[in-house]
DNA sequence: TTCCTTGCAAACAGTTTGCAGTCAT
DNA sequence: ATGACTGCAAACTGTTTGCAAGGAA
């Protein structure tokens, strides 16, 4: 899909900071990298490792592994919570969001803004340091309802 | 610190609950409700089968494993979402409540009150069912800020 | 008696680690 | 040239499954 534009100057990509922060840049990180760029999404390491395969065969697992590693280490990625979920997903959205989860298919979409009012009393907080918060709405996704024999509507 | 008060009469216990679902009680089982109902706290599968293995050397995860499936599946157990927490914790209070999650220890708080103000819009909902939702508070217990070399005050 | 439940052992999925060769810098 | 990075294979952890014996109803 990026075939050769005009050389405009490089933006300060993920790639420049990883660059910046000592880490080498490789043909395998440029892959994985570049799919975690191309668009905000949530992937699994088996996820990004199957979308990078084909161009790149002889890409391992544990390469992936150890880079998602890394970038979570670097704040550039973040895990998401997922009750039920088989493996850990990374989120490249690092921003203040939230999320909507299918208890079903664990289907995910971003929720983009904050709620406002999500604060701790100095009681609640319990002397933790609060760096952040996040709100996941559990429910069914349009596709899993459709296959489910309707759930109550909600009892509470 | 129930020792045998007057008769009271047997109340619907989560025993009792699932008698009436046709499950069997089994004395392993006894031993796993015992412990999760004796108060409200996340245990992973592995904590249920410490805490009931001197009283009953017999148990096996298996069992433990199969017992809280069975337990989730009957909506009388929640799984608690925490990234990066290595295994399943399971929170015996299923009413509407909340978490504060230490990112270092994985020490979990629950936020007993809910709050104001958390609806998607129909447009944000695209077309899932949702049944509930749930805020985790992210930061670092007092125990682990002690032995850190001081978390930035947060930059957001 | 019936068949749900148990517990063992083996299977499994996801993830991590040890190590020697390779490559970015 | 140097040491970070890679990939293979094996190790590991948490969890599930197959199956025969056992126990609750």
Not at 87 to 101: E, F, G, Q, S
Not at 106 to 135: C, M, S
Request: with cysteine.
């Amino acid at each position: 899909m990026k075939t050769r534009k005009a050389p405009t100057p490089a933006p300060p990509t993920l790639l420049a900071r990883l660059r910046q922060q000592g880490l080498r840049v490789t043909p395998q990180r440029r892959a994985i990298l570049g799919l975690l760029s191309a668009g905000h999404g949530h992937f699994t390491a088996e996820d990004v490792y199957q979308h990078i395969s084909p161009g790149m065969p002889d890409v391992s697992r544990t390469t992936v592994y150890s880079t998602l590693r890394d970038l979570v280490e670097r704040g550039e990625l973040t895990e998401v919570a997922d009750p039920g979920a088989e493996a850990v997903r990374y989120d490249t959205n690092t921003a203040l969001h939230h999320h909507l989860v299918c208890l079903s298919c664990h289907a995910l979409l971003d929720i983009g803004r904050d709620f406002p009012g999500l604060r701790l009393t100095g009681k609640e907080a319990a002397g933790y340091q609060i760096t952040r918060h996040q709100v996941t709405f559990l429910g069914y996704c349009p596709a899993c309802l459709a296959s489910r024999p309707a759930q109550p509507t909600g009892d509470a």
